[in-house]
């Protein structure tokens, strides 16, 4: 391969900021160029042939389709894709989930610059990346089998169960969520019902007062 070969990286944020931000350290580093930074997953899904990506870098929580959704996507176009999540989210809760959809890495955006290229170079070179708390958590996972009790209830909800829990606890109703996810409003209460079943809830209304209180400990977890 030509040394002046560089990996071709995708950026997906819904934060100009931090899509600049992101773009910049990478493109300072040598061996990699930025060639495509996004908003939506779907415009990503759309150019996502003619670009060729090598890795993307993903935000969890983007306007429609989710972060999670899109590794999805993306694996199933490429398998041999590189992804990297970013997430203000708590670790323990998503990093395994990303893991399971196909990304290889999992970074709090609360990071510095100099961990964001350390788990890119480890990821393009074949490895995984997750913090030493979430590694020792999945090795310990591995070893006694899963059999323990989960650590919080919320890991019993599936990946779109979770994604209409945290839209519920941020105050959308039933019709925004299934706009916002592009489900019928039916799909939605469904959704909701097994929510309710998991968690033990009662009704609508423990349903929007737990996920309030979800969203607003992730707040001051991420900030």
Do not use: C
């Amino acid at each position: 391969m030509s040394d002046t070969y560089k990996k071709r990286i995708i950026v997906v944020d819904d934060h100009p900021m931090m899509r600049k931000g992101l773009t910049q350290t990478l493109n300072n580093e040598h061996g990699y160029e930025v060639v495509g930074q996004f908003e939506q997953a779907e415009n990503v899904l759309e150019e996502f042939e003619e670009l060729n990506p090598d890795m993307a870098i993903v935000d969890i929580s983007l306007p429609r389709m989710s972060g999670l959704e899109l590794v999805k996507h993306l694996i199933s176009l490429d398998t041999s894709l590189k992804i990297l999540v970013l997430s203000r989210h708590e670790e323990t809760l998503y990093a395994e989930r990303v893991l399971r959809a196909g990304a290889k890495g999992y970074v709090m955006k609360q990071e510095a610059g100099e961990v964001l290229v350390k788990a890119t170079k480890k990821i393009m070179n074949g490895g995984i990346y997750v913090s030493e708390n979430v590694n020792e958590k999945l090795l310990l996972d591995m070893a006694g089998g899963r059999s323990d009790i989960s650590e919080s209830p919320i890991d019993l909800l599936s990946d779109r169960e979770l994604e209409v829990f945290e839209m519920t606890g941020k105050g959308n109703k039933t019709r925004k969520i299934a706009e916002k996810l592009h489900l019928s409003v039916k799909t939605v209460e469904s959704y909701r019902a097994r929510i309710k079943t998991k968690l033990n809830l009662k009704n609508a209304t423990e349903l929007m007062m737990h996920a309030v209180k979800w969203v607003e400990n992730e707040k001051k977890y991420s900030q």
